[in-house]
């Protein structure tokens, strides 16, 4: 009798489950993506001991660009909250020939990264202060999601592009690129060349 009733019990437990389980249609978990909590855009001036002069995020470090290759006026504009780094470069245009050259190498260093973008939007707009700006957009899984470029043509140079310390793919870091984009666009607009 004990048996009975623990197989009834069994079969009963069973049949509840199954019915249970029945009737409900599994949804699958979507994918995750880094949350980024973008604080408000707040800016400060570059010291005086550079060639040009711009507002910057306050939510990044200015750090000198310490490459083997750098130039006494490259820096860095790091954002350690989303390892990313603006790189700045900067070239005294001294003729016609060297300003060709700058150029040159600016596109190129765009053009490199062809293989792995599938986009490269470029535009060309002028700043409230009067200052031409070239700005190349790439999509796709590239190094560098932004760059660009100004010069007065002819004394001053200034190239940036937009790099990010993180193997994360670029659609998953999209808000972060948005956010640096406003800051880059912010510090073009805010240029201004001082005297050598």
């Known amino acids: 009798m004990i048996h009975r009733n623990l197989r009834i019990d069994i079969l009963l437990f069973l049949i509840v489950l199954v019915a249970s389980a029945c009737g409900r249609d599994y ?14 855009h707040e800016y400060v001036s570059l010291p005086d001991s ?14 000198r660009d310490t490459s083997w290759i750098s130039d006494k006026y490259w820096v860095e504009i790091y954002y350690p909250k989303y390892r990313a780094n603006v790189h700045l470069t900067y070239k005294t245009v001294y003729n016609q020939d060297s300003l060709k050259e700058y150029l040159d190498d600016a596109y190129f260093l765009t053009a490199k990264h062809q293989i792995k973008a599938y986009a490269i939007d470029e535009s060309i707009t002028k ?46 870091l999209r808000p972060a690129i948005e956010f640096v984009k406003i800051d880059v666009v912010h510090m073009m ?7 050598n």
């Open 189 to 195: 607009n805010t240029l201004e060349w001082r005297e």
């Open 50 to 63: 550079l060639p040009y002069d711009f507002e910057y995020s306050k939510h990044a470090k200015l750090l």
């Open 127 to 172: 700043t409230p202060l009067g200052k031409t700006v070239v700005y190349a957009e790439l999509e796709g899984e590239v190094p560098s999601q932004f760059q660009f470029f100004t010069t007065d043509s002819t004394e001053h140079f200034l190239r940036g592009a937009l790099y990010f310390d993180t193997k994360v793919q670029n659609d998953s």
């Open 27 to 40: 949804l699958p978990k979507p994918k995750g993506y880094n949350r980024f909590d973008m604080p408000a």
